[in-house]
């Protein structure tokens, strides 16, 4: 599909390069499209110089114009409410303290950090929980600085695991990725790096390039975890793009963030969920909203995701059944949710509740 933009030549359309360069970034350009709403030609006046407005007219085409609460319009059209002062109090910028000491690197758990590499993205995402970055601009780590995160992790030999994220770290330029994915590959107790990248749903053409699949599939294991939010996402460049990483033997795991209003509804999560198993994308992680200041809007209760999570169960089979988390602020760790299908014990003997809500009994014992 490519509404609004159906005179764009094909061989156009599929270049990442002419996507970012003709990102949509103000209210006279989205007006060309479709009618903004009072609250969103709000929005996007009061947010200026604070959340940036920006989205590749990939992303753009999948809203529909004559649905305001579109899910696709809701993550990438800023509304008043993001700068609404009562309400975003309740929110941190940085509510699981990744700023430390060594700028853009974060090592929360003892065998993984996070690399911080840029604050450019391709579509600033309404929800992001790093919202707090981009008033910097957009720019990427130094040469200095990604040296300093390397020699970090090369003197630290408990890591095993690198995540590199942004802002969009695919973003980066050959010669930089080069540079980090070749570091990273001399240091002996480094086995696994992940890209946090939603090039995939943002702009997929980027991955229509064999030089970055060259670089990719060169320094494997390379692990990419994306960020499908909703069905309406999953387009047939998401599908082409996600299979060219997978020929280049590179997996591909998805993090979905719950957000009201998007896809807070257990049809949505379900139709979402077997739409990435057909395009062979791994549900990972359904993610309770984080709360970060200029996205508390968005979030929901836990029991909306409690209700989610026993609705997908009995419903698809288990490999695409995510893991439902919330991230713990100040930078307490990831703690999984599930329902509770323990109804009874006595012992040994246990009352389930099985996903169909018939009561179950069992019981084992030590042998």
Known sequence: MRRFFENVPIKLWRDYSWQIKNRIKTKEEIERYIKLLPEEVEGIERTKGIY??????????LIDPEDPNDPVRLQCIPRAVEVDEKLQSLGEPDPFREEGS??????RYEDRVLLNVTTFCAVYCRHCMRKRIFVQGER???????????????KHEEIRDVLISGGEPLSLSYEKLNYILSELRKIKHVEIV???????????????DNTLLDILEKYSPIWINTHFNHPKEITPESQEAVEKLLRRGIPVNNQTVLLKGVNDDPH???????????IKVKPQYLF???PVKGAIHFRTSIDKGIEIMEYLRGRISGMGIPTYAVDLPGGKGKVPLIPNYVLERDGDRFIFRSPFGERVEYEIKDI
């Open 52 to 61: 940036p407005l920006a989205i590749t007219p990939h992303y753009f085409s």
């Open 102 to 107: 060594l700028p853009g690197l974060t090592h």
């Open 140 to 154: 990427s780590r130094t040469k200095e600085e990604l040296k300093a995160m390397i020699d970090y992790i090369r």
């Open 194 to 208: 992940r890209f946090g990248t939603r090039l995939l749903v943002l702009a997929p053409q980027r991955f229509f």
């Open 268 to 278: 949505t999560m379900l139709e979402l969920f077997r739409k990435l198993l057909r």
């Open 288 to 290: 309770h909203c984080d």
